[in-house]
């Protein structure tokens, strides 16, 4: 089933970011394919806040780490909307327990590498074959892919060595992955969010509150929120920079700045 309505995979967005990133597309009237890795109940919910906003859900569970999860995924959301106009590789961990990298482990090094980083690299891989298909054939024109990575492409945090590693692995994956699908009419995109409030920073809140509100580490001296990171997903969505790619946006309330 094909329609001129177009269509997103926005992966790991039962909360969080990736919520915010759904909701902000579907109230641009764009459909959501909506990826969780085990929360059928809030992927649900998300669906249903979708179809609220006045577009079309479906949630698809698929753990991005995995290869047939990833196959799958891409099947199903192609089989719901007939398209894709967008991939957002949005999907991540954090390493389970903090250690410093004198400490770390391997099993950690695995699992966040994995996840965020082999995970949006090879589902990327697949997504891009289908859209190439459906830019020749007609079907999409201009689709685009966005990379959620972080701050942590480029911050040094020593107590998870893994997580920075793995978002300045997706950096380079964004410059490759520009390059390569420039001639297809595909740009691809890098969205830097800053802190944000989620379950992810949840653990340490007390931390942030102060660096934010009483250090000023952030010139904009709040919290980011999901739809902040949902609001620049919906330019790049609705073309707004047509002769950008492999463009980083930093979305962090200017944390990236250096001051003097
Ligand atoms: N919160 C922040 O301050 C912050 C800052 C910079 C970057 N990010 C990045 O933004 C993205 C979203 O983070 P968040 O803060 O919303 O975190 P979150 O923990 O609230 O949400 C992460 C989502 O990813 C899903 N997920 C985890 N493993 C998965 C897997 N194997 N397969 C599919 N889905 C999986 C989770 O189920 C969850 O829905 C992550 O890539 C994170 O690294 C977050």
Redesign the pocket.
């Known amino acids: 089933m094909s329609s001129e309505t177009q269509a997103a995979l926005v992966?790991?967005?039962?909360?969080?970011?990736?919520r915010g990133i759904a909701l902000e597309l579907a109230g641009s009237g764009i459909d959501v394919v909506v990826?969780?890795?085990?929360?059928a109940d809030?992927a649900n919910d998300v669906v249903r806040e979708v179809e609220k906003a006045g577009a079309r859900g479906r949630a698809v569970q698929?753990?991005?780490?995995v290869a047939e999860d990833r196959a799958r995924l891409v099947d199903e959301a192609y089989a719901a909307f007939g398209r894709l106009d967008l991939l957002v590789n949005?999907?991540?961990?954090?390493p389970s327990e903090r250690a410093d990298l004198l400490q770390a482990s391997e099993e950690s090094f695995d699992r966040v590498l994995g996840?965020?980083l082999k995970?949006p690299y090879f589902l990327t891989q697949l997504v891009a074959k289908r859209m190439i298909e459906q830019v020749d054939s007609g079907v999409v024109e201009r689709p685009k892919i966005v990379v959620?990575?972080?701050?942590?492409a480029y911050a040094a945090s020593t107590n998870r060595g893994e997580?920075c590693v793995a978002?300045s692995g997706l950096a380079m994956m964004v410059k490759l992955y520009a390059d390569r699908l420039a001639e297809h009419g595909i740009n691809v995109y890098e969205i830097?969010?800053?802190?944000?409030?989620?379950?992810?920073?949840g653990a340490v809140k007390e931390k942030y509150d102060k660096l934010i509100l009483e250090d000023g580490i952030t010139p904009i001296r709040r919290w980011?929120q999901?739809e902040d990171?949902g609001k620049a997903v919906v330019a790049v969505a609705t073309d707004l920079l047509p002769f950008s790619t492999a463009q980083v946006i930093d979305v962090d309330g200017g944390f990236h700045l250096q001051t003097l």
């Open positions: 992966t790991g967005a039962s909360r969080g970011i990736g990826n969780y890795a085990r929360n809030a698929a753990d991005v780490s949005n999907a991540g961990v954090g996840i965020n995970g959620v990575s972080s701050i942590s997580y978002k830097r969010p800053g802190i944000i409030a989620t379950d992810m920073t980011g999901p990171i």
